[in-house]
């Protein structure tokens, strides 16, 4: 009797573990098809405005497209001289009339989730993917979404200098080329300075909620006008301090935060 009732609890733990796994199986897969999106960045019907140095496919908002394309076109030599690049490379842009659909193309069906509003622009590689500017229901305007495509422009060219650069330079680089001057009081505001480890951060975040969006620019601005623009492309390509400048990462960093005291207090 004793043996029978062990083997059915046997058998009752066998089917609980069972449909555990069924169970974990089905929500892994459903986490795996949220990607499908992700996996095509051309929508059906696409259009295609094609420069030297980048291509744009876009949807139905084409007036939008167009102006970005100019944007685009205009400032890509520009920038691909700026980081190290002869000639074009092969940067693909594609505009989405739909916030969801671009946050989809780059996070899957699983985007739409998060409510993130604020998200117009990122690239994957050398190809960037935006919110087109004709999309209403962002907090951002025409314009800042248009310039913000530049933005992604230098993170796709940075993908191809080095795959692995590094939250800090990548921005840090972005910024500088691409977008206005820091506050000039960005010393004295309510941001603390980031410490050496919060330069470190992989997260967009961390990033963002430390001020980094103002900071590393000024980092890229110290780096340029105190080693040369070639010492800062020399780092963006192998994230070598000592071979860049000849010091330490610790020393660079004491070196930035003596130029943010001088200038930007």
Do not use: C
């Amino acid at each position: 009797m004793e043996g029978n009732r062990m083997g059915k609890r046997k058998i009752t733990g066998k089917r609980a573990l069972v449909i555990v796994l069924l169970v974990a199986g089905a929500l892994i897969l459903l986490f795996a098809l949220s990607f499908i999106p992700a996996l095509f960045l051309q929508t059906g019907g696409m259009s295609q405005l094609k420069g030297q140095y980048i291509t744009v496919y876009y949807e139905k908002e084409e007036a939008a497209a167009r102006d970005v394309f100019e944007l685009a076109d205009a400032q890509s030599a520009r920038i691909a001289k700026a980081l190290g690049f002869d000639g074009p490379q092969e940067i693909r842009m594609y505009i989405y009339d739909r916030q969801s659909v671009f946050q989809a193309k780059k996070y899957g069906w699983i985007a739409s989730l998060l409510n993130l509003t604020w998200y117009i622009g990122d690239n994957r590689g050398a190809d960037v993917l935006l919110t087109s500017p004709a999309n209403g229901g962002t907090p951002h305007g025409y314009d800042e979404i248009k310039e913000a495509a530049i933005h992604e422009m230098v993170h796709a060219y940075n993908s191809i200098v080095n795959q692995r650069m590094p939250l800090w330079m990548n921005e840090g680089l972005a910024l500088y080329l691409t977008n206005g001057n820091p506050p000039e009081n960005l010393y004295s505001t309510s941001y603390s300075v980031p410490s050496l480890a919060q330069t470190h951060t992989s997260s967009p975040v961390e990033f963002s909620n430390m001020g980094g969006y103002h900071f590393a620019h000024t980092y890229i601005e110290y780096l340029d006008k105190a080693f040369g623009w070639e010492s800062v492309l020399a780092l963006a390509r192998t994230s070598d301090y000592k071979a860049a400048f000849g010091m330490d990462e610790a020393g660079i960093y004491e070196g930035w935060l003596g130029f943010l005291k001088e200038n930007y207090r």
